[in-house]
């Protein structure tokens, strides 16, 4: 069975960092693109970065850009967000979500149940 | 980046009904979409991908359809488990971006 389970969330006051990570099971991660994505509360979804299964390959979403940082350890099995200079516009759930590899586009077939990120003084 | 408009932000329907969320993208992203379906408090699952592909165990009442900037999302039947949020997301290229989201309520 695939599992995604995230860690690391909490409690951080703004201009801090924190990192998170995602422990991934039940599929052979070292093949598979993965990705951040977060909602805030009461509201939609916003990605927020992809690496590929290699790590030759990294995105950001313009929001995040410049302060955060993914990263993966394929022996481990896990996922990593490094996030700072974080702001209250961070505050968030934040899921780790596999990429598919059905079809060779950009679609999320896996996701954890979230780690809940707070920004506040 | 490829805007995604999601309507209606909220629908009620009752059991048994049959009801349909749109999703316009900002240029045409060549059927490279996907909808999920978000119940409270848990992580969103992937229904349809592709536009029209159901993904493995989504039942058959759920259906997507349309083309070039244009897709909808069609529930048959509605059941209680229905009742959810859904998003429509471009799966074309980075940045990917999201539908804001539809509620869809018991009425």
Redesign the interface.
Same mark, same amino acid.
């Given at each position: 069975e695939v599992q995604l389970v995230e860690s690391g969330g909490g409690l951080v006051q703004p201009g801090r960092s924190l990192k998170l990570s995602c422990v991934a099971s039940g599929f052979t991660f070292s093949n598979y693109g993965m990705n951040w994505i977060r909602q805030a509360p009461g509201k939609g979804l916003e990605w927020v970065a992809y690496i590929s299964s290699g790590s030759s390959y990294i995105y950001y979403a313009e929001t995040v850009k410049g302060r955060f940082t993914i990263s993966r350890d394929n022996a481990k099995n896990t996922l990593y967000l490094q996030m700072t200079s974080l702001r209250s516009e961070d505050t968030a759930l934040y899921y780790c979500a596999r990429l598919t590899t059905v079809v060779s586009y950009w679609y999320f077939d896996f996701w954890g149940p979230g780690t809940m990120v707070t920004v506040s003084s | 980046?490829i805007q995604m408009t999601q309507s209606p932000a909220s629908l009620s329907a009752s059991l048994g009904e049959t009801v349909t969320i749109e999703c316009l993208a900002s240029e045409d992203i060549y059927d490279?979409l996907?909808w999920?379906q978000q119940k409270p408090g848990? !992580?969103?699952?992937?229904l349809i991908?592709?536009a029209s !592909?159901l993904?493995t165990g989504v039942p058959s009442r759920f259906s997507g359809s349309g083309s070039g900037t244009q897709y909808s999302l069609k529930i048959n039947s509605l059941q209680p488990e229905d009742f959810a949020s859904y998003?429509c997301?471009?799966?074309? !290229?980075?940045?990917?971006?999201?539908? !804001?989201?539809t509620k869809l309520e018991i009425k």
């Open positions: - | 980046d490279i996907a999920y848990k !992580s969103p699952q992937l991908y592709d !592909s993904h998003y997301q471009n799966g074309l !290229s980075a940045p990917l971006t999201f539908g !804001s989201g």
